[in-house]
């Protein structure tokens, strides 16, 4: 079965640098969640969305954003990048906001 | 969402049942519980969710009191391969308009099954 999509797997950027990762969700999801877990954490809730508008806000920096697209794919926009962004950043996705979320395999962060 | 109190850590032999407990007193009456584990940096992977009743599936099975403020997770033949970090999380579900009703994770246990 498909799964969750998460691109790139792998990303190092500089400080004070841009980085964008995307999600593509399960077929028929129409909502999804980002996650953010530093090392040794656990996942920290940052956004999600449903049906392209945002639907609930959690711990997210002013330096990030994110959107939902019209094919439902979300994208995460981190801008002014600092060492403690160093992280691994999960997106997962739900049909609709009560049902079973499923997660991807995660994008590895590393900022130097 | 409701909190949830899990043992930091446990340990079990390859082979025997692990039991993994939850404490989630204050959970309300349209809260589900959910498990999920979390092997090493990998993805959390969801394993079985309950509303009242006790739930079974290809990979455990989920036994909740009658007073829905514990539950035991089960996997009854424990594996190398299931160690890893498992998270009991307390969320409205079923039936819900919309979107949002994101998981809440706590610390979890991190059970360890060996040889």
């Known amino acids: 079965a498909a799964g969750v999509i998460q691109s790139p797997r792998h990303l190092i950027k500089e400080k004070r640098e841009t980085a964008t990762l995307k999600c593509y969700p399960i077929p028929r999801h129409d909502t999804v969640y980002w996650y953010q877990q530093g090392p040794g954490q656990d996942p920290q809730f940052l956004i999600s969305?449903?049906?392209?508008?945002?639907?609930d806000k959690g711990s997210i920096p002013d330096r990030f954003s994110a959107q939902q697209f019209s094919d439902y794919h979300s994208e995460l926009n981190m801008s002014s990048l600092e060492l403690g962004d160093s992280a691994l950043y999960f997106c997962a996705s739900s049909p609709g906001g009560g049902n079973t979320i499923y997660f991807g395999e995660g994008s590895w962060l590393t900022v130097v | 969402d409701a909190k949830t109190t899990q043992p930091p850590s446990m340990d079990c032999a390859e082979g025997r049942a692990a039991n993994l407990p939850c404490n989630h007193s204050t959970i309300s009456g349209n809260e589900y519980v959910y498990w999920y584990r979390q092997i090493h940096s990998q993805g959390p992977q969801y394993i079985i969710h309950g509303l009242k009743n006790n739930e079974t599936n290809e990979m455990a099975s989920l036994i909740i009191t009658e007073d829905r403020k514990s539950s035991t997770l089960i996997l009854p033949h424990a594996t190398l391969r299931d160690t890893a970090v498992y998270y009991c999380i307390v969320r409205v579900g079923g039936e819900v308009t919309g979107g949002g009703n994101k998981l809440t994770f706590g610390t979890g246990t991190q059970l360890k099954v060996e040889l």
């Open positions: 969305f449903y049906e392209k508008m945002q639907s």
